[in-house]
């Protein structure tokens, strides 16, 4: 899903992802249950403001202060992550990649989700592009001062800037080849901050956990107790409405779609632009992608987004362990072939 690292959550956004939060949490049944009923174990969950959403740790551990630790823990390592993955922070390292074109002494983190996103670039043929900012930062600022898209020449000369081929990176620092470049990881850092959270908790020892991050989650869960979280889909067309509900048992999700910061009413412009014709995506309502991390969840979700339902579907086929589904504009609802071992019902 991609999202806004670093800026603040409006009030109309808070509103809307609580109603989503609301149907997304539930433990599935089986032994976990009976212990949480019996006292055995207990459910810790607790939600705060962060990552430009609303993001909720749920752990299932038998020492309540102790689980309250470990997601204090988590949260703290989110925190520290955001302040070096954020483009909206002064002073972070993307902040001063794209003000200055060049940036040295990189955290590895850093430098890790840069050479992963590039990967992601090739694998998909440019569908997914963290260079993709001018025009994102073009159709802000054309619908905030004429409430419309912008022309046809505006767009091209931001395409012009657009192609991750102009990024350098190597294990200590990252430039870009040409003036006027800049990158985003809104559509891949957020995964790769939940996968973090994940881990933390599973090195202190949880192995029930579940970490929501406005609809990039990532679970863990012991295969001897009960049978995973269940999670719902949206409907992007009836907020608060479940599509169709998911099992995870150690898998991650993401989703993309029009519906979640769109710049008109009919949802025909919105944040996910295609960075090779810098239009939004004319045929796909919606995406969620079940994978092994939510990093690349959240890469594949706004890609098969951005490449819609036959190149998506044929992309998906193509990964191991990643399966999706997708709603058209027409709201068809397309499926990769391994998608029906997630679903529940």
Avoid at 105 to 128: D, K, N
Avoid at 178 to 188: A, F, K
Avoid at 289 to 318: F, K, N, Y
Wanted: aromatic content about 4%; overall charge neutral; some cysteine.
């Amino acid at each position: 899903m991609t999202d806004l690292l670093g800026q603040r959550v409006r009030p109309r956004q808070l509103l809307r992802i609580t109603a989503v939060t609301g149907i997304s949490l539930a433990l599935g049944g089986g032994l976990v249950q009976a212990l949480v009923r019996a006292g055995d174990l207990h459910r810790i969950r607790e939600t705060r403001t962060q990552l430009g959403t609303l993001v909720t740790i749920s752990v299932v551990h038998p020492d309540p202060a102790l689980a309250r630790q470990m997601v204090a823990d988590a949260f703290a390592e989110m925190e520290r992550l955001e302040g070096l993955l954020s483009r909206h922070r002064t002073g972070t390292p993307i902040s001063r990649l794209n003000h200055d074109g060049v940036v040295r002494g990189v955290p590895a983190e850093v430098v890790h989700i840069v050479r992963r996103a590039l990967q992601y670039s090739v694998q998909t043929v440019g569908a997914f592009d963290i260079t993709v900012t001018p025009l994102l930062e073009l159709y802000s600022a054309s619908f905030a001062r004429t409430g419309a898209p912008p022309s046809g020449s505006q767009v091209q000369e931001a395409l012009s800037r657009v192609g991750y081929h102009n990024i350098l990176v190597d294990d200590y620092s990252i430039a870009f080849k040409q003036r006027g470049v800049s990158i985003t990881l809104d559509g891949i850092g957020k995964g790769y901050i939940v996968d973090r959270a994940v881990g933390v908790l599973k090195e202190h020892g949880a192995d029930q956990v579940l970490v929501d991050a406005g609809g990039d989650m990532g679970s863990v869960r012991d295969g001897s107790q009960g049978e995973g979280w269940r999670v719902a889909i949206e409907d992007p067309r009836a907020a608060g409405k479940a599509l169709e509900t998911l099992q995870l048992a150690g898998a991650s999700v993401a989703t993309s779609g029009d519906y979640l910061q769109c710049f008109t009413a009919d949802k025909l412009f919105h944040h996910i632009l295609d960075p090779r014709t810098g239009r939004s995506p004319e045929h796909t309502s919606a995406v969620t992608i079940v994978a092994p991390t939510a990093m690349e969840a959240d890469a594949l979700s706004t890609a098969t987004m951005v490449l819609g339902p036959q190149d998506g579907l044929r992309l998906l086929a193509r990964l191991d362990d990643v399966e999706g589904v997708m709603v058209t504009k027409e709201q068809e609802i397309l499926r990769s072939r391994g998608m029906s071992r997630y679903t529940v019902g």
